[in-house]
C-alpha cells in the first residue's frame, strides 16, 4: 500500500512539475506521506501598512474563509488578499517581540479556517477585518491577551484596552509610541539597529 502511495505522489509530482506548477498549493499529499510543515519564513522588509487616510467603510458585508498565512503579528493573508486585524497593534518583525507575536498567531491559526469579516478598505486594496477562529474566538483579542498586540482605540473604540496586561505597553513601547504619533522613538530605535 506504502508502495503505491509513493508511485501516486511521484506521478503527481511529475505531472505538476511538467506543467511548469511546483508550488505546493496545487498538490496536497495523503496524510499518511505528509513530511512537517517548515515554519513560515521571517522576512525583515517592512508589510505594506493598512492606509487609515485612504481607507472607506465597506458598505457590503464581505467575508473571506479559509487558511491563513502569517504575515506578522496583527497581519495575515487569506487567499492572497492581505488584512489586518481589527483594533490591535503588534510590533513589526524587526522590533522586540516582533517574531514572538507573529509566532503567536502563527500557533493560533495553524491548521484553522479563519473568518475574515472586512469592514475597511484603503485605496491599494488592503483591507481591515476582524478575524475569527472555527470555535467563535477573534483573534485580535486572543493576541491581546497573549500580550503580543495592544489594543489601538483609536480604531477599536477600546474594545481590546480590559484585555492587556498591566505592563504590556512598556514591552511594546514601539507599537505604543506609533499609537502616539512618536515616531522620533522608532527612528531612534531603527538607527540603533543599523549601527548595531
Not at 513560515?40 to 467603510?57: C, I, L, M
Not at 487567499?79 to 503567536?104: M, S, T, V, Y
Not at 477585518?129 to 493576541?143: F, I, K, N, T, V
Request: glycine fraction near 6%; proline fraction near 7%.
Amino acid at each position: 500500500m506504502e508502495l503505491l502511495i509513493g508511485a501516486l505522489i511521484l506521478a503527481a509530482m511529475v505531472f505538476f512539475v511538467l506543467r511548469g506548477k511546483t508550488d505546493q498549493t496545487d498538490y496536497d499529499p495523503p496524510k499518511a506521506s505528509r513530511q512537517p510543515s517548515p515554519p513560515p519564513r521571517v522576512s525583515h522588509r517592512r508589510t505594506p501598512r493598512f492606509d487609515g487616510q485612504t481607507a472607506k467603510h465597506v458598505e457590503q458585508e464581505r467575508v473571506l474563509t479559509g487558511p491563513a498565512w502569517i504575515t506578522d503579528g496583527d497581519t495575515i493573508k487569506i487567499a492572497k488578499q492581505q488584512i489586518r486585524l481589527f483594533g490591535i497593534d503588534a510590533p513589526e518583525l524587526n522590533h522586540p517581540h516582533g517574531k514572538n507575536a507573529k509566532w503567536a498567531l502563527h500557533k493560533l491559526c495553524k491548521g484553522q479556517t479563519i473568518r475574515a469579516e472586512i469592514t475597511d478598505e484603503d485605496e491599494y486594496g488592503r483591507v481591515v477585518a476582524r478575524c475569527y477562529l472555527p470555535d467563535g474566538r477573534d483573534l485580535s483579542a486572543e493576541m491581546v491577551k497573549q500580550s503580543m498586540a495592544i489594543d489601538w482605540p483609536k480604531f477599536s473604540g477600546g474594545k481590546y484596552t480590559e484585555l492587556e496586561a498591566p505592563d504590556v505597553r512598556k514591552k511594546l513601547f514601539l507599537a505604543d509610541a506609533r499609537q502616539k504619533g512618536r515616531m522620533h522613538i522608532w527612528e531612534k530605535y531603527e538607527a540603533r539597529q543599523k549601527t548595531n
